[in-house]
Structure formats: C-alpha cells, structure tokens
C-alpha cells in the first residue's frame, strides 16, 4: 500500500512569514497533485507536478516534486489571512488509472 | 466551479440502517469517485466508476456499495451503517484518467452514525 505522510500535520504563523510543508512516501508516484481545502468544502486542485525535479509556481506557492518522484513540497512566500486552510498532497500510483493516494494533510493557520 | 450536487449534507442516523448518498454531475464526465475523509487518514477512496454500469473497488470498500445506471448519477449505499462509517464523504469526477486531468470535488456529506 502506498503512504503519503505529511508534515508538520498543523501550523500556525503570523502573516508575512515563509512556511514550508512536506509530502513523504517511500513509495515511487507517477504525478503528484497538492489540494487546498476550505471548511465545509471539498479539496480544490492548485498543481500537479509529473517530472522529477520539477518546480512549479502559482503566485507565492512554490511546488517541487522530489528527482525520485518520492517526495514533494510546497513553499508559501509572505503567507496571508486568504492561505488558511487545510493542505493535502495527492500522489497517482503506476497503475495507470488515477486512483489518488492523498496525504494526512496540513492545516495552516495564517493570522493577521 | 464544476457541476456536482451531493446530497444530502448532512445525515444522521442509527446503527444497521441503510443509507444511500448521491452524486450528480452536470458536466458528463466518464470517471467518479466516493472518498471519505476522516481525521488524521487524509481521504481515501471507497470506490470509484469508469463509465455506466462499470464500478470497482478502492481502499476501503468493505461495507459499501455503488451503483451507476446514468452518466450523470454515482450512488454509495451503506447496506447496514456502523458508528465506524462515521465520516465526511465526497464525490469526484474527472473527464478522464489521465494525470493531466484534475478531479473535481463535492462538498461532502457529513454522515453521523449513533
């Protein structure tokens, strides 16, 4: 069974700072999408990263899948009120169909 | 915003009733999925459609059931729910397999078993 693990599972900053989460697995995936949840809403997709090595940018979020496609990170920049929210990664298996495996997800807390 | 309507929200009901959600989808994709979401799990996948008629299992199958006779409708029945099956549930669907294509979420329904 693959396993994404996620850290730190919650985070709490004031607005402004850098923050960093985590997205480990010692499982290989084919793709690798991050989520952005609301309270009371399903997961909203913010990228999906296919190469290892790859980074990719959305305005203050940096992403970056692992060289082994094992791992991946999301980096916020200046972090505000509007990023609060729960964070989950989501790997695709090699089985050529995308059945998701998700992480344990990271909740942020961004404080005026 | 994609087209998905889960209903109910919300539900509560007793133990070894049955229960059935509904997923329906106004943007005829092929693929949907049931996930459910609980603390410190992340989501995972009960079970997941290809097409009318097509279903198969995910990773946490046992004590659901799905049926799909429309493209637009993906039904997760629990034949006799226990306070196990406590949970945030959610539909998803995708235009297609492919990585590159995203799968878009539901607002969940969150389902209490006393």
């Known amino acids: 069974t693959q396993l994404l693990e996620q850290s730190p599972q919650f985070l709490s900053i004031q607005e402004g700072e850098n923050l960093t989460v985590y997205c480990n697995s010692s499982?290989?995936?084919?793709?690798l999408q991050w989520y952005r949840q609301e309270p009371g809403e399903g997961p909203v997709l913010l990228v999906t990263?296919?190469?290892?090595?790859e980074v990719k940018k959305l305005k203050r979020l940096t992403f970056q899948f692992g060289d082994a496609r094992k791992d991946s990170s999301l980096h916020i920049t200046a972090a505000q009120p509007g990023d609060t929210g729960l964070y989950l990664c989501a790997g695709e298996g090699n089985t050529g169909f995308q059945k998701l495996v998700f992480g344990t997800g990271t909740r942020l807390l961004v404080s005026p | 915003d994609a087209g998905i309507t889960q209903s109910p929200r919300h539900k509560v009901t007793e133990t070894g009733t049955p229960v059935t959600l509904r997923c329906h989808q106004t943007e005829n994709h092929r693929y949907m999925y049931w996930y459910r979401q609980d603390p410190g799990h992340g989501l995972r996948l009960i079970h997941y459609?290809?097409?009318?008629?097509?279903?198969d299992k995910g990773e946490v199958s046992d004590g659901y059931s799905v049926s799909r006779s429309k493209t637009e409708d993906f039904l997760l029945t629990l034949e006799s729910a226990t306070s196990s099956q406590t949970s945030v549930y959610f539909c998803?669907?995708?235009?297609?397999?492919?990585?590159?294509?995203?799968?878009?979420f539901g607002d969940g329904t969150r389902l209490s078993i006393l």
């Open positions: 459609s290809y097409g009318v008629k097509d279903t």
């Open positions: 499982s290989v995936f084919s793709s």
């Open positions: 998803a669907i995708s235009e297609s397999s492919g990585f590159d294509q995203p799968q878009h």
């Open positions: 990263v296919v190469t290892g090595g």
